[in-house]
């Protein structure tokens, strides 16, 4: 079975621009979640998607949003870049929610 | 409110010594409990997860876990450290639905 692909692997991004990320899950999984991951914060819930319905939401802006379709591949937007945003992005495909994640090696976006 | 705690930010121990990363976590249900091994600038690998049945879990790479419940913990262990265990190491609590929580990780340095 193919793993968790994300695209692009590496992202220069000016502030104010949008960016937009891009997860396939593990087939057959129906769960993608998000995590941002920075030096400072570790390893931060985005939001979790099942069956194309957000399910969890972590505690960021609105700027940071997400989309699931229905052959389970998911999106991620970031409206209006801030320096801070520069992170490791990273897309985690489950069988169910909860159960164990199968993590792609991630999307940096670095923000100037 | 779930929560998983990994009292050590980082742990330095000799090539051959043996190996012990704590994990305490707070779940209101019976959880799932997950430790996940990331090398730099790339994902989360699973090394092992426990559900239910035998406390004592088996993973990859050598790497076993003990659940105890009176203690709230999950602690990795492995017998003898080979250079190539030098990563950062991710205790992860989850189930019943709810979104996958992680612990704010442990490095470990592995000396010669």
């Known amino acids: 079975k193919a793993g968790v692909t994300q695209t692009p692997r590496y992202l220069i991004k000016t502030r104010g621009q949008q960016v937009t990320l891009s997860c396939s899950p593990i087939?057959?999984?129906?769960?993608v979640s998000w995590y941002q991951q920075t030096p400072g914060q570790g390893l931060q819930f985005l939001f979790e998607?099942?069956?194309?319905?957000?399910?969890n939401k972590g505690n960021f802006p609105g700027r940071f949003s997400g989309r699931q379709f229905s052959n389970s591949r998911s999106e991620m937007n970031v409206s209006t870049l801030e320096l801070g945003d520069s992170a490791l992005y990273l897309c985690?495909?489950?069988?169910?929610?909860?159960?164990?994640?199968?993590f792609g090696q991630g999307t940096r976006l670095t923000v100037v | 409110a779930q929560s998983v705690t990994q009292p050590d930010i980082h742990i330095t121990v000799s090539e051959g010594a043996s190996l012990e990363l704590r994990c305490n976590y707070s779940?209101?249900?019976?959880?799932?409990l997950f430790w996940y091994v990331q090398s730099p600038g790339q994902g989360l690998q699973l090394l092992l997860k426990?559900?239910?049945?035998?406390?004592l879990v088996q993973g990859i790479k050598g790497f076993e876990a003990e659940f105890k419940r009176s203690q709230s913990s999950f602690n990795l262990r492995k017998p003898s450290v080979h250079w190539s265990d030098a990563a950062e190491y991710f205790c992860?609590?989850?189930?019943?639905?709810?979104?996958?929580?992680f612990g704010a990780g442990t490095r470990l340095f592995v000396k010669a």
């Open positions: 087939s057959g999984h129906r769960s």
């Open positions: 779940y209101g249900a019976t959880p799932y």
């Open positions: 426990y559900f239910s049945g035998d406390t």
């Open positions: 998607y099942f069956s194309e319905t957000q399910r």
């Open positions: 985690a495909s489950s069988p169910g929610a909860g159960t164990e994640a199968f």
């Open positions: 992860a609590v989850g189930g019943g639905g709810f979104k996958t929580i």
